[in-house]
């Protein structure tokens, strides 16, 4: 019963998105798309059906993953967060907040001064019509604050992880004592100092990492980490891949418009084009702090593990540890190496600083061709 509900809940919503979305671009062509150039005209029908496309994919993933499927994915996870004693469910609270106060905020502020701006300009009917691109926008804001969310779960799993390696190192004899110890140095080297919460949902189980069992204990949770990983990107990569394509063609559309609009061939009933101009790249900027915010909570997360290896080299190298736990550590660093923790969009593109510079390039290249037309 709750699947049918699930189902004809999503169908309902798709339906009505649909009808409206059809609906505005009949009557674009009828009677508003003859006073805009070819360029802008078609560049908007096109991204309005690829955004209706791109949510019918999201609502097939919330389907596909549903209820079931998550609540078995977070039992699994609460249970290796009691064990660990997760000390960052405050901060993982508070930065989602700010994120999602950042992240609201500059949709809100962009299309309602967007929409004042050309409805003054363009007539408020014929900017009504285009304003399921700002609906849009909104869904696709939402979809990355879903992930950054699970992104923020992982990177503070593998930092309490590293903590408790930290610690293991700074509670040990040192084998080297006349080398300088950059570990020692945790304020400044390799600690981020953060506000935490002792919110727990399982008690804690103290756990010293003394012994090589323990050691391996780190492991397996690792390994179970790499799965989340897995889980997530299979739940979310082919979604965030149409997401990022989207905003990437958003941001070359809007770039494309403020350029024509301050050359004065779009007309916006405005004799100085400053204001439409301006509204219409603030569009642009906010698809490219969408992108921005994701990708660096992406890297964030990479940098834990990198940590994670540099402590564990620190510790089979500059501590005295018997036999034992000098190969439950090896065997820890050998796994952290062979598995990486990788978010990629449907295996075609990995999420990192890279990605960034790739789409800045696209979007350089796609403007220069379409302002070459004019």
């Known amino acids: 019963m709750d699947i049918v509900f699930r ?25 508003f798309y003859v006073e805009l150039i070819i360029s802008v005209k078609y560049a908007d029908a096109v991204q309005m059906i690829y955004d209706l496309c791109q949510y019918f994919v999201d609502l097939y993933f919330v389907y ?31 930065r989602l907040i700010n994120v999602m106060i950042f992240m609201i905020s500059m949709w809100f502020s962009s299309s309602l001064s967007d929409y004042v701006i050309w409805a003054i ?10 304003s399921m691109a700002y609906i849009y926008m909104f869904i696709k804001i939402l979809t990355n604050l879903h992930v950054t969310v699970h992104i923020m779960h992982i990177e503070s799993r593998l930092r309490v992880l ?22 020692i140095k945790k304020n400044w080297f390799y600690t981020i100092k953060t ?15 003394v012994n090589s069992n323990e050691v391996k204990w780190l492991s397996r949770c690792y390994l179970l980490l790499t799965e989340q990983v897995n889980f997530i990107n299979r739940m979310f990569g082919m979604r965030i891949l149409l997401n990022s394509l989207s905003l990437l ?46 990708v660096n909570h992406c890297e964030d997360t990479y940098r834990q593990r990198e940590r994670i290896i540099s402590l564990v080299e620190h510790l089979i190298f500059n501590r005295t540890l018997d036999e034992k736990m000098q190969a439950a550590y ?18 075609f593109m990995r999420l990192d600083y890279p990605l960034l510079v790739s789409i800045c390039s696209v979007f350089v290249t796609y403007t220069i061709i379409l302002i070459q037309s004019i």
């Open 249 to 294: 063609i958003d941001m070359v559309r809007f770039t494309n418009l403020t350029v024509r609009v301050l050359l004065g061939t779009q007309q916006t009933g405005y004799v100085h084009t400053f204001y439409p101009a301006i509204s219409t790249f603030s569009r642009s900027l906010t698809c490219a702090a969408v992108i921005v915010s994701l």
């Open 64 to 94: 596909k993953y549903g209820s079931d499927v998550f609540y078995e994915y977070i039992r699994q996870y609460a249970y290796i967060d009691g064990m660990f004693g997760m000390e960052y469910y405050g901060s993982i609270r508070r």
């Open 162 to 183: 590293g903590d408790l390696i930290q610690e293991c190192y700074c509670s040990s004899v040192s084998c080297t004592a006349r080398i300088e110890d950059a570990v």
């Open 121 to 130: 300009g363009f007539g408020l009917m014929s900017t009504t019509f285009f």
């Open 330 to 347: 090896k065997d820890l660093l050998s796994l952290v190496q062979s598995q990486p923790i990788n978010f990629h969009m449907a295996h």
């Open 7 to 31: 189902i004809s809940k999503g169908a309902l919503t798709f339906t009505i998105l649909a009808a409206i979305n059809l609906f505005t671009i009949y009557y674009k062509f009828t009677w």
């Open 195 to 209: 506000k935490t919460s002792k919110s727990q949902l399982y008690p804690l189980k103290k756990i010293s990492y």
